[in-house]
């Protein structure tokens, strides 16, 4: 390599050096003029001599970053948690491309271009966002004048999004462009107090909030609407236009929950200027010397006239609550959930191997060997319940959320609804919590623009005029049942089946049950809705919500009259690490079933296997044979048994080969190569260390269901019945 | 202009000089050429003997050139000074200009080199 190029990269790695400590320092707070002129300086060499040596791609990023640098060291620009963040990886970036240089590779690859251009956007979007913080720092001084003249006539829209927003791909910068189009912006200050240190942040998760001064005549809904599609994904606070004190002790009531001084909160909330706090601290101090009885700054301020007596006591008696809350926290210990997702899974090993052991024992015949284990495994499985529930989370905080929802709507669509919540306090899983929102959200939207009636029709049909949403869960036999029911007009049985017959999902003439029926509103490509609202209808219909609520192991139905009501009705596992389930034998495989599935198992009679249907006590149940679904090698044997299963009220046989007994086991994930495979919801290791599937016994119901409606179709109908399953994944 | 020029440069950075003596030592292979990597360096070095020629990048710690021409002077009232900046900022040409001394935009390329050594000679 020329040895310049060598010297390039030897100084280059240098400077990178200074730059990161330097940042780093920053970050600390601890950095003066000096550390901010070294930062710059890297930068500006690296500029430079990549320059010289000819490395166009890398000179242009540095220079980039060199331009950040020069803004903060002319104090342009302040120090934020993100900026650094964004800075510091630049600087990786660099390091990468230097590292290509010394595999002889002098222009980066697309995938690293990718991200130098990404980390350019990042930082130009970030300073779009932060630039108004920096300004709203350097016109400090004439706050107070920018407040009287300009930011009271503006909405104060204070907005924090949620960890996941962008892992739903959405990035909070399109949310406030389009917030943009509402009105004019005229300040927008980042709020980065959510922001973990570097080491803790997780660059999937959304930290970041935004205050926004929006100057508009719409109405607040209209701005509220801008944030439409992160709605259930965030805090929204949208505070009218004017300096009431009302707007002032609300903005007090919702600052971030952390120790403050008083004037500085009410400087946060904008009641009170900088200025005026400096200045009523030296009036503070001034008292203080000698005085008797020295006064506190909110009497000082409020003697003064700087600020209304009703907004000190907010702030003071806000103070007062984080503190409180802050004791209150101290009792319990804050863990990261990772840690706890990892000792869940080390006790589902334990799980395993401890089978293994249990196996071997018995093998042994060792009395003495058999009853340890089995100590062994009755402590394992304490421990394993109790590892689990430090897992679990009440679901109060997820129906909470919708009170706000529910509020929204019913305003905007000019509706009354009240909303009741029951079993908040029902306990279930974190990880299922996180995941089950969005279907809820999706229950509810779809319970207020569809179900409930306008009040001058609820009235006529002798129903009182407000509309009663219910939000109910509870545990039921190894499982949660989550519900929304609402007392609106219930589903018309008539529309959804001449929908699903013009969708071609189902045959004219052909004989469905009321539930089936119901049922359909959860097929792929069906919606009942005949106008589109921009409430529920988006393209995203039931069969989503039931396509979620199967991820997580579980199924949703609806009950349904016309007239009175629908109620939805989630079940869901307790949890999705380990199940407790039923072992079954075809040919040389094992699988497991659910217990909580499992109703009964008989001996197989083969006299109802030619109409694909078995006869259950006088009942007609459709079976599935795991046999030929899973193309099992050899024969089926004399005897085979059958495994009554249900999902929600539905029930169907399972034929197998043998029943081997319950197991308690570990879940692992099937590998994304086996995403779309129907009927299989895991797989998990036994004590023989062999792989045994777990079945997914909605999905194994569904088929069964279709397998008999196949069979009942006449021919020319068999084609249909064929593409609903099609669809039906 | 007689054949023995001396030549000072004063960069920073190690790459930047590597590149100006490679290029220089193309270019005029009978100069002797002196490096300094700050402006106190090269006042230091041109405290005993003076160059004929003098670079300085406006861009250093401690010193930057601006200051460096200014003390330089004195040691060398007789050399020619070019200040060299990727700084291409009107306010910059101005100031060389009222310095007396040439300006020449970086990156050190070629091109940049050969303008340095039309404004030598």
Redesign the interface.
């Known amino acids: 390599m020329d ?2 190029l060598l ?2 990269i030897e ?1 280059g790695n240098d400077h990178l050096k200074a730059m990161e400590s330097g940042l780093l320092r920053l970050e600390e707070g601890d950095a003066d003029a000096d550390t901010l ?1 070294a930062i710059f ?1 890297a930068a ?2 690296i ?8 490395l166009g791609h890398i ?1 242009q990023f540095a220079h980039t970053l060199e331009n950040y640098f020069q803004q903060l060291r002319s104090g342009e620009l302040e120090v934020s948690r993100p900026l650094v963040t964004l800075l510091l990886r630049g600087c990786d970036h660099i390091k990468t491309l230097f590292a290509e240089l010394v595999e002889g590779k002098p222009e980066p690859g697309k995938d690293l271009q990718d991200i130098g251009a990404s980390l350019a956007a990042q930082l130009r979007s970030l300073m779009q966002g932060g630039q108004g913080g920096a300004e709203a720092a350097a016109t400090h001084a004439h706050q107070r004048s920018v407040d009287a003249s300009a930011l009271t006539e503006c909405w104060q829209i204070v907005v924090r999004f949620g960890p996941d927003l962008l892992r739903k791909g959405i990035d909070p910068y399109d949310v406030l462009a389009y917030l943009g189009s509402k009105g004019e912006i005229v300040r927008v200050i980042t709020l980065t107090d959510r922001l973990p240190d570097a080491s803790h942040m997780d660059p999937q998760v959304c930290y970041l909030g935004f205050e926004v001064h929006l100057r508009s005549s719409l109405s607040k809904q209209e701005i509220e609407q801008a944030f439409e599609i992160v709605r259930s994904d965030c805090e929204l606070q949208v505070l009218p236009p004017g300096s009431q004190v009302g707007t002032f002790i609300q903005s007090i009531q919702t600052l971030p929950e952390e120790s403050m001084r008083l004037g500085e909160m009410l400087v946060k909330s904008n009641a009170l200027t900088s200025e005026e706090l400096d200045e009523g601290l030296e009036l503070l101090k001034s008292t203080a010397d000698g005085a008797a009885n020295p006064q506190h700054l909110g009497e000082i301020l409020v003697g003064r006239h700087m600020v209304q007596p009703e907004i000190v006591e907010a702030a003071a008696a806000r103070q007062q609550q984080v503190n409180e809350k802050k004791v209150d926290e101290a009792r319990q210990i804050r863990v990261q959930a990772e840690k706890l997702d990892m000792l869940v899974d080390l006790v589902g090993e334990m799980v395993i191997s401890s089978a293994s052991a249990n196996l071997m024992a018995q093998n042994s015949g060792r009395g003495d060997l058999i009853e340890a284990n089995y100590g062994l495994s009755r402590l394992i499985e304490r421990m394993r319940d109790l590892s689990l529930q430090l897992r679990m989370v009440q679901i109060g905080d997820t129906f909470t959320r919708f009170k706000r929802v529910v509020r929204d709507m019913a305003r905007e669509m000019n509706r009354e609804i009240e909303l009741n919540i029951r079993g908040a306090e029902t306990e279930l899983d974190k990880s299922i919590v996180e995941k089950i929102g969005d279907p809820l959200m999706h229950l509810v939207r779809n319970a207020i623009d569809h179900g409930i009636e306008p009040a001058e029709a609820r009235l006529a049909s002798g129903k009182p005029a407000a509309g009663q949403l219910e939000l109910n869960a509870y545990h039921e036999t190894g499982g949660i049942v989550i519900e929304v029911a609402d007392d609106g007009a219930g589903l018309d049985k008539d529309r959804i089946l001449a929908k699903a017959i013009e969708r071609g999902l189902v045959v004219e003439g052909q004989a469905l049950s009321d539930q089936e029926i119901h049922d359909l509103i959860f097929v792929p490509g069906f919606s009942t809705a005949d106008k589109v609202t921009k409430l529920s209808g988006r393209g995203v219909g039931m069969d989503v919500v039931r396509a979620n609520i199967s991820a997580l192991r579980g199924s949703v139905e609806v009950l349904t009259e016309r007239g009175s009501g629908s109620r939805f009705v989630i079940r869901l596992p307790l949890t999705m690490a380990i199940i407790d389930g039923f072992l079954v034998g075809v040919g040389k495989s094992q699988y497991v079933i659910p217990l909580e599935a499992v109703m009964e198992c008989l001996e197989f009679e083969e006299a109802g296997a030619a109409r694909d249907y078995i006869n259950l006590r006088g009942e007609v149940l459709p079976f599935v044979n795991l046999r030929s679904l899973f193309g099992a090698e050899g024969e089926s044997p004399e005897r085979e048994n059958v495994v009554i299963v249900r999902s929600g009220r539905n029930r169907a046989g399972i034929i197998v080969d043998n029943l081997l007994g319950e197991l308690q086991t570990v879940i692992k994930p099937m590998s994304t190569v086996f995403r779309n495979l129907r009927g299989v919801a895991g797989s998990t290791i036994l004590g023989n260390g062999e792989v045994a599937l777990i079945l997914d016994i909605p999905a194994l119901m569904r088929l069964a269901r279709d397998t008999e409606e196949r069979s009942v179709c006449v021919p020319g109908q068999q084609q249909a019945a064929r593409d609903h399953v099609a669809v039906d994944g | 202009m007689s054949s023995k020029m001396i030549y000072l440069y004063v960069d920073d950075s190690r790459v930047s000089r590597m590149k100006i003596r490679q290029l220089v030592q193309q270019a005029r292979p009978d100069w002797e050429l002196i490096e300094a990597t700050s402006g106190e360096e090269a006042i230091a070095k041109t405290a005993g003997s003076c160059p004929d020629l003098i670079s300085i990048d406006i861009n250093m710690p401690g010193m930057n050139g601006m200051e460096a021409v200014g003390e330089l002077r004195k040691n060398c009232p007789n050399a020619r000074f070019v200040l060299l900046s990727s700084n291409i900022q009107e306010e910059m040409h101005r100031q060389a200009r009222d310095l007396g001394v040439g300006f020449v935009e970086k990156p050190i390329t070629e091109s940049c080199i050969a303008k340095v050594l039309a404004y030598f000679e």
């Open positions: 040895e310049i010297a390039f100084d002129n300086r500006h060499t500029k430079g001599d990549a320059g010289v040596v000819d000179e």
